[in-house]
């Protein structure tokens, strides 16, 4: 019962001490009648949460009039609101201009503001101490400074922004430093991001599986995806991505690549992977390297004959195809070489003959012919990558004699130079997409 009472009496006590006025001493001196808290002591002093400026920055919406001890101005602070910000009384103060204020930095809607945003601001020094200069929030982002002036007059303050712009627009700022203010407008501007080239899709047949891979090796087109994100920090929206399709016409020979890329329905011809793929990488098949002759003019009425002429002509009309989507990029190889046992030394001179043109002439942009050669455009020189001095697949290369399928050491080799290539070339596109509409129309006829 005594315990009963006790508890009781303390309660009383506690709760009659939070809805009254309170007084801390050791003489039992009542509080002021102005004050919720009055703290007496003759040998002991008010202790305040102490806290660097960016620790004191992180506190969320703080109240009017919230006090701390800054350890970086070595004084009291006290929060005057949105308008004032953070303020202490031994505060230097003097007078704020924007009349020769300039802003540094791109400020674009919807890009976080960096270390590379600031406003230089002139600042009139009547007395050294510490100092904060801040401006109101504006549109989602906002500029400050705190420091010490060791001297009086005449100086600058770079104040530094934070936050990310909302709208494209003119933001009116008003800098704060303790009574005296100035205004400054900054503009924002609404630029859309230029495009970016890393996903899209591998059109091919069985050579162009065997290459993606396993195959039978160490690694894979996936496996070093994985390796190319790692290798260069890319994370989310930045990481290379590609998926690849058995693409279903015959064998991926030059003049069915010629029929599709000319097609004009968005359901058969290259249209159809267009809004989808960014980047396409097509091919031929091995057959496309059992070449007849060198050819002439009269050789494009049909078609189908495999000689340099005719392969000329149809990469021209291809990559003049290519050239004119510039909202795409495009990776073309060159021809799948052929394996000792399956060719002669004719057709293997042929191919190399048009190989050697298409990735030195053409892909440069010295062939007479077709002219410049459109940015969104990559060669890649799969033919020379597997062939000795002779154009013909390597047999350390082939799936067996008879058999020009790339084996697992193809894959091996092949697989990280289609990755870095054509990576390297479509992310390098990407700063000269926006002109590449101008890239139109070089060559006409079929």
Avoid at 144 to 165: C, H, K, N, R
Avoid at 257 to 269: A, L, R, Y
Avoid at 306 to 313: A, E, F, L, S
Avoid at 377 to 404: C, I, P, Q, W
């Amino acid at each position: 019962m005594k315990k009963l009472s006790f508890s009781i009496v303390v309660l009383l006590l506690i709760s009659s001490l939070l809805f009254s006025q309170v007084a801390i001493n050791t003489d039992g001196s009542q509080p002021d009648n102005s004050a919720m808290l009055d703290v007496l002591s003759a040998n002991k002093g008010f202790l305040p949460p102490r806290m660097t400026s960016a620790q004191r920055d992180e506190i969320s919406s703080p109240a009017t009039g919230l006090v701390i001890y800054n350890t970086d101005l070595n004084c009291i602070e006290f929060y005057t609101g949105a308008a004032g910000g953070w303020n202490c009384p031994c505060n230097s103060f003097g007078s704020v201009s924007c009349d020769d204020a300039m802003a540094q930095g791109s400020y674009i809607a919807g890009v976080p503001l960096t270390m590379s945003n600031t406003v230089t601001v002139s600042v009139n020094v009547l007395n050294t101490g510490g100092f904060h200069i801040n401006s109101y929030p504006v549109n989602g982002y906002y500029f400050s400074q705190s420091g010490t002036f060791a001297t009086t007059g005449e100086q600058t303050v770079e104040l530094s922004g934070a936050g990310t712009p909302v709208n494209a627009g003119t933001d009116d700022f008003t800098f704060y430093y303790g009574p005296s203010n100035c205004n400054f407008s900054v503009e924002v501007q609404n630029v859309v991001p230029p495009p970016l080239f890393r996903s899209g899709i591998f059109l091919h047949h069985s050579t162009g599986s065997n290459i993606w891979g396993p195959n039978g090796s160490t690694t894979s087109i996936p496996q070093e995806m994985t390796t190319y994100n790692n290798a260069h920090g890319y994370t989310e929206s930045m990481e290379v991505t590609m998926s690849e399709e058995w693409w279903a016409p015959g064998d991926n020979e030059w003049v069915t690549q010629h029929d599709f890329f000319e097609d004009p329905s968005p359901v058969t011809g290259i249209g159809y992977y267009l809004p989808d793929n960014k980047i396409i990488v097509i091919k031929s098949c091995f057959p496309a390297s059992a070449m007849t002759a060198t050819g002439g003019p009269a050789d494009t009425l049909n078609p189908g004959l495999k000689t340099v002429y005719n392969y000329k002509w149809h990469w021209r009309h291809i990559v003049q195809v290519m050239g004119s989507n510039p909202e795409n990029f495009f990776a073309i190889w060159t021809n799948a070489p052929l394996e000792p046992y399956s060719t002669n030394t004719e057709e293997a001179a042929l191919s190399k003959q048009f190989c050697s043109w298409a990735k030195d002439t053409l892909a440069q942009g010295l062939d007479p012919v077709f002219g410049a050669f459109p940015p969104n455009v990559y060669v890649f020189d799969f033919f020379h990558k597997l062939t000795g001095t002779n154009g013909m697949m390597l047999e350390m290369y082939a799936a067996s004699h008879g058999d020009s399928h790339p084996n697992a050491a193809a894959t091996q080799l092949v697989a990280p130079m289609f990755v870095q290539e054509i990576f390297n070339a479509s992310i390098g596109y990407e700063a000269m997409a926006p002109a590449a509409a101008e890239v139109r129309g070089f060559f006409n006829g079929r």
